[in-house]
């Protein structure tokens, strides 16, 4: 019989900013209540350390002692709430994506298509003395499927039909919800912006937009990069840091205008547009709102540019609409994968990853 469970879900995302933990009440009808969250900062030289990783400028060593390293940072960041609100019953780990190559490739006859998120379950169980879910994408990757989106699954449970749920962080991707809801990522989401607001500002990201809001957008610029193959290719897809590469953003800004106000406003717009883009052009069922989440939901220029790409009919909202905490959003959701873990309930949506069959994803460690 199912009974409500009490979890800390944990999340830490393409832009590697902090590792969100949220306590949360998850009820057997998959609704979730947000007791208490907080952002957790990775220290500087783990982070410095997961960016070479990122950029292949690492050693095998790097990554097995950074496996453990960031299971003590996600463990660290559980104790802040047990330490006040006692232990949960669980604790639901995404971890740090580190790799993502979700292409049908083959060596040997053999697939390639993998992901890899790091940060030892075993170690969060051991510190937290709490049972620990971890290494969800690998089932569905197993199953066919991409890994991701995975938090359409819960989407598809929050949201009312002809509603597309946005989450703008690094990476863009939107969940469809309809009669057989879908989802893929867009494309870039706020990873191009952070870099340059680093490069030419050493800030790192854009609060507020307002470093876009006094540039002006380079229309033949964008124009250029709305061209990108990814972004006319077919979902089920899924991108991330692999694919817009520091390279491939250097490469990019061979060819933006001379002002870094403009280059932050042009990157912004491009997100807005892609975006929209990709509605018109792979979402046939009617749209009646978009619903914003992420860190793009507190970007105001990011905003008006999706107001201005968006059809008028469309409604433009965030998840605190709804009363979901646009910031621990995600960590929500993997609360709620979790639960289904622990209760043996099928969590992908393969109308999402591509995936040939419904399966349970992630793994138990006890304590």
Request: net charge neutral; charged share 20%.
């Given at each position: 019989?199912?009974?409500?469970?009490?979890?800390?879900?944990?999340?830490?995302?393409?832009?590697?900013?902090?590792?969100?933990?949220?306590?949360?009440?998850?009820?057997?009808?998959?609704?979730?209540?947000?007791?208490?969250?907080?952002?957790?900062?990775?220290?500087?030289?783990?982070?410095?350390?997961?960016?070479?990783?990122?950029?292949?400028?690492?050693?095998?060593?790097?990554?097995?002692?950074?496996n453990f390293a960031v299971g003590e940072c996600?463990?660290?960041?559980?104790?802040?709430?047990?330490?006040?609100?006692?232990?949960?019953?669980?604790?639901?780990s995404h971890g740090q994506t580190i790799y993502h190559y979700p292409f049908d490739e083959k060596l040997d006859d053999l697939s390639l298509k993998s992901t890899m998120q790091i940060g030892e379950s075993s170690v969060i169980a051991r510190k937290t003395g709490c049972m620990t879910v971890s290494n969800f994408r690998e089932a569905d990757v197993a199953a066919g499927g991409d890994g991701a989106p995975l938090v359409c699954f819960v989407d598809d449970r929050w949201f009312k039909k002809g509603t597309a749920v946005q989450n703008i962080g690094g990476i863009s991707n939107v969940t469809m919800v309809c009669d057989e809801t879908f989802g893929f990522d867009t494309g870039v989401g706020?990873?191009?912006?952070?870099?340059?607001?680093?490069?030419?500002?050493?800030?790192?990201?854009?609060?507020?937009?307002?470093?876009?809001?006094?540039?002006?957008?380079?229309?033949?610029?964008?124009?250029?990069?709305?061209?990108?193959?990814?972004?006319?290719?077919?979902?089920?897809?899924t991108t991330g840091r692999e694919y817009f590469s520091p390279n491939y953003i250097e490469n990019a800004l061979k060819f933006a205008p001379e002002k870094p106000e403009d280059i932050i406003a042009t990157l912004t717009a491009l997100t807005a547009k892609t975006i929209a883009t990709a509605y018109e052009r792979f979402?046939?069922?009617?749209?009646?709102?978009?619903?914003?989440?992420?860190?793009?939901?507190?970007?105001?220029?990011?905003?008006?540019?999706?107001?201005?790409?968006?059809?008028?009919?469309?409604?433009l909202k965030t998840h605190e609409d709804y009363g979901i905490s646009n910031n621990y959003k995600e960590a929500m959701a993997f609360a709620v994968l979790g639960y289904c873990t622990y209760y043996n309930i099928p969590n992908n949506l393969p109308s999402c990853t591509g995936a040939n069959k419904r399966v349970v994803m992630g793994k138990l460690t006890n304590c």
């Open positions: 019989m199912l009974e409500s469970k009490k979890i800390i879900g944990l999340m830490s995302g393409t832009s590697c900013d902090s590792i969100d933990a949220a306590l949360c009440e998850v009820m057997p009808d998959l609704s979730c209540k947000l007791i208490s969250g907080i952002n957790y900062k990775y220290p500087e030289h783990i982070r410095a350390k997961l960016f070479q990783i990122f950029k292949g400028d690492s050693s095998v060593k790097d990554l097995c002692q950074m996600f463990a660290n960041a559980c104790q802040i709430l047990i330490s006040e609100f006692g232990k949960p019953d669980l604790i639901s706020n990873i191009m912006i952070d870099y340059c607001m680093n490069k030419f500002y050493s800030k790192p990201y854009d609060k507020n937009g307002e470093t876009a809001s006094k540039g002006k957008v380079c229309e033949s610029w964008l124009d250029c990069l709305m061209q990108d193959d990814y972004y006319f290719k077919n979902p089920p897809k979402i046939t069922v009617p749209i009646n709102e978009v619903v914003v989440g992420g860190g793009g939901a507190y970007n105001l220029q990011m905003m008006k540019f999706l107001r201005h790409y968006l059809p008028n009919h469309i409604e």
